[in-house]
Nanobody, 124 residues
Framework: QVELVESGGGLVQAGGSLRLSCAVS????????MGWFRQAPGREREFVAG????????YYADSVQGRFTISRDNAKNFLYLQINSLKPEDTAVYYC?????????????????WGQGTRVIVSS
């Protein structure tokens, strides 16, 4: 049974940092590209960051480029998202996802498996 479990969310002041983690079980992680998405209240889920199988290539939404860093540890079966310089507009539930296919890494439809999310609240 595949399971993705996010952690590390919380309440933080604007300008602060968080490190989100995603524990992956039930699959061989190095066979999957991984991504982070987020969903703010009243808005659709959106792409945040993606990473290829080895971690060599990373992709970011324009809104987070330079502030967010995605990384992975295939040996430990973990995906990470380092979030710096947080802004109130970063408030959302953050989801990790895994895809075994070759679709657009920025598209939700490419992903086979999803976590339940971790909430990030940024106060101004």
């Amino acid at each position: 049974q595949v399971e993705l479990v996010e952690s590390g969310g919380g309440l933080v002041q604007a300008g602060g940092s968080l490190r989100l983690s995603c524990a992956v079980s039930g699959l061989t992680m190095d066979g999957f590209r991984m991504g982070w998405f987020r969903q703010a209240p009243g808005r659709e889920r959106e792409f945040v960051a993606g990473i290829n199988w080895s971690g060599y290539y990373t992709y970011y939404a324009d809104s987070v480029q330079g502030r967010f860093t995605i990384s992975r540890d295939n040996a430990k079966n973990f995906l990470y998202l380092q979030i710096n310089s947080l802004k109130p507009e970063d408030t959302a539930v953050y989801y990790c996802a895994a895809t075994s296919g070759f679709g657009n890494i920025k598209s939700m439809s490419a992903y086979n498996f999803w976590g339940q999310g971790t909430r990030v609240i940024v106060s101004s």
